[in-house]
């Protein structure tokens, strides 16, 4: 994947009086595909309303993640990964969708694909002798594809699925983001591959730790700011 195309604001910023139909055209062309894109990456609909300008940045944590999701963007390597590691409810599935909406703005097709349902479904399709094809094909194909809650599951097939997986957008140079509650260095150390998955991810792009404390606690400080 390349880097991202800067969208050309200034068609959103013309006053709608003094617009020329042309502009007008325009707009409503890149708004209805940026909207096509968001709708085929089957975003769950609590992160369907993620943007990068609604990441809160009130711990360093945060701040640290934010730069590197900047890098990320500005990044003209091909086919980079992303991944954001760190305890429930910090904030990585919402950052992780919104730079997937922000690659859907610049134009590239787009997938979240939550880990333990993926699992789950490609199970239950091998168990009753169900194609597959389908639902491979589609995360293969994507220009970026997001895994939320990556190796969430701890079986031996799990960890041969999730190789499988990456190893093949590895190959083909596709972007994958990824979320998790491990470490690189957690998920290395598991049973073979994952030393192997670790070692792409790696790789392929930074790895960023958003800390442990959870912003769905009633006692943490941030619910109390007014």
Known sequence: MGKPA??????FNIPQAKAKPVLEGRRAKQVCKVAQRWSAARVPERFKDARLDG???DNAERKRAAKVVDSWIDSSRRGRWLF???GVGVGKSYLAHALLYRCAEAGFSCLSVDWMSLCVELKSRANY??????TIRDIQSVDVLLIDDFMKTRSQWDLELAFSVLN???NALKSVLITANHTLKEI???DDPGSAIADRINEMGPAQNMGKQSRRRSDAPWIHQQ
């Open 84 to 86: 954001l590691g760190g």
């Open 188 to 190: 290395a150390a598991r």
């Open 6 to 11: 800067r969208i050309d604001m200034d068609v």
């Open 129 to 134: 002798g169900m194609n597959a094809e389908k």
């Open 55 to 57: 990441f809160v940045i």
């Open 168 to 170: 093949r957008r590895y």
